[in-house]
């Protein structure tokens, strides 16, 4: 079965900081790549995807993730956080092509200090 | 986009008992989704509600438990039965979405503490 793993757990960082959220995945097949984002008091919003092509997906709000398939990875970056940025992100996979059926990570908290 | 209602946003319950989550959404669409996202973890399906047959349910998860019903192509329900605090979560109900029918969309959740 295939699994999510997100290292980072709780991240703080200043407004204008660069942020990389990190997210490996176990699965040998053709993956669906998600992150998802939950701001504080709202419901979970997809931030960007991967399906296929290029590897490096632009999302909402000037987040992007690139898919490195040799490393299992897909990473969240954004170069300049804003206070805004603060919320749960969570990097979730679908294998096998069932669309419904998501692996998500455990999720990592951001938290962006003025 | 679809619109995922749902109701009760939360709730606090006593063991043993059973409550139901309502999932409306905006559109008709062939499947509806369980979550449940218990504290400190991620999220996992519970089942699939297919709108005119019985429920999939996922490993780990049974029918007693977590009876569903689908009487339409835009309402769903979980009933969450003989509630212990290990219940204690926020269940979210979710459909596909997208060009291909790909992505999922969520609601808000219902989050259930029991006591």
């Known amino acids: 079965a295939q699994s999510v793993s997100q290292h980072n757990h709780h991240v703080i960082l200043s407004e204008a900081a660069s942020l990389e959220l990190g997210c490996n995945y176990s699965?040998?097949?053709?993956?669906?790549l998600f992150w998802y984002v939950q701001y504080p008091g709202q419901h979970l919003q997809l931030l960007l995807k991967?399906?296929?092509?290029?590897?490096l997906v632009k999302g909402i709000k000037g987040f992007e993730a690139e898919f490195i398939k040799s490393k299992f990875s897909f990473n969240l970056r954004k170069p300049s956080v804003q206070w805004s940025d603060t919320a749960e992100y969570f990097c979730?996979?679908?294998?096998?092509?069932?669309?419904?059926?998501?692996?998500f990570g455990t999720g990592t908290r951001l938290q962006v200090t003025l | 986009s679809a619109v995922i209602s749902q109701k009760p946003s939360r709730d606090i319950c006593q063991r043993g008992t059973s409550l139901t989550i309502q999932c409306q959404v905006d559109?008709?669409?062939?499947?509806m989704f369980w979550y449940r996202q218990q504290p400190g973890q991620s999220l996992t399906l519970i089942a699939t509600?297919?709108?005119?047959?019985?429920?999939?349910?996922e490993s780990g998860f049974v029918i007693d438990k977590f009876p569903i019903s689908r009487p339409n192509l835009t309402f769903s329900t979980l009933t969450v039965s003989n509630m212990s605090p290990e219940d204690s979560s926020i269940y979210l109900c979710?459909?596909?979405?997208?060009?291909?029918?790909?992505?999922?969309?969520f609601g808000a959740g219902s989050r259930l503490t029991v006591l």
């Open positions: 509600a297919n709108q005119g047959s019985e429920a999939t349910y």
């Open positions: 979730a996979v679908n294998a096998g092509g069932t669309a419904s059926k998501l692996t």
């Open positions: 979710s459909v596909l979405q997208g060009a291909g029918a790909n992505v999922l969309t």
């Open positions: 699965y040998g097949g053709t993956v669906n």
């Open positions: 991967y399906f296929s092509g290029d590897p």
């Open positions: 559109s008709q669409v062939t499947m």
